[in-house]
């Protein structure tokens, strides 16, 4: 068995970080598999390599120990396995799956309502072709207007993505309709969080994937891209988050929530201790290490509504 911990570079660890990084690391425990620490650096203009070391240093010292990766192994750091993802692309290209899209992120929101209540906007086909010379023509015309390069964009089925979430339990998404045809190469040449995670998660071995229920809805492309590339699929487990008074999900804007404040102020075991009750592990908050609470950790203990953190 094997988790891990895939954080972004992009500023100082907060307080929902941590919460992930601690009950992903306490499920692999628990079971006696491995977790491996992976540095999502994707975004060359937010990432930087002194978060990443930073990052690195509050996780030892929060007890949070990995059995591979880190910024000193290539293999783990994003930034450096572009060859990887350029291979998987090419295979799903050559699986006549792919198309270019000449959509700005303002089109898209110009002319897309959210889906349903949640705000997701859905891409709705606007540059996938149909076979048709009309279409084709329209595409041919609109490549020769556009001033910038495509993004690659990967052609989803109508169909029903289901799955079991080790805590939401079972779901069901349509993967037309709920998430749409989705980026695996944006315009720029960055390579897309979708592409790039699964591909990793599928050659790192990875089995379990512990994260915020905020990315549930990702799995159905995720799963969809384990099949089609030939993977098998790890299994999810997805968290409440932790959000603050007013009701919003924990950020780098919680300035009095990020590890660089909170290190000043509470030892190791009295943050470890605040969100394990959080999680339900303790029936107190009180002091308590990583380690302590290995054999505490059930998923059955943990909340299904989002925890409000004040500062």
Known sequence: MTGRFAPSPTGRMHLGNVYSALLSWLSARSQGGNWLLRIEDLDPQRSHREFAEQLEDDLRWLGLTWDMGGTHDPLYVQSRRGHFYEEHLELLQQKGLTYPCY??????????????????????GTCRPDGTPEKAEWLRRRALACPHAPATRLRVPDCDIRFTDLHYGAQSFNLARQCGDFILRRADGAWAYQLAVVVDDALMHVTEVVRGRDLLQSVPQQLYLYETLGYEAPRFGHLPLLCNTAGQRLSKRDQSLHMGILRQSFRAEEIIGRLAHHAGLIDRCEPVSAAELIPLFRWDKLPMDDIIIAG
């Open 103 to 124: 959509c700005s992120r303002a089109d898209i929101m110009a002319t897309q309502a959210p889906h349903e209540s949640d705000g997701r906007v859905v891409y709705r």
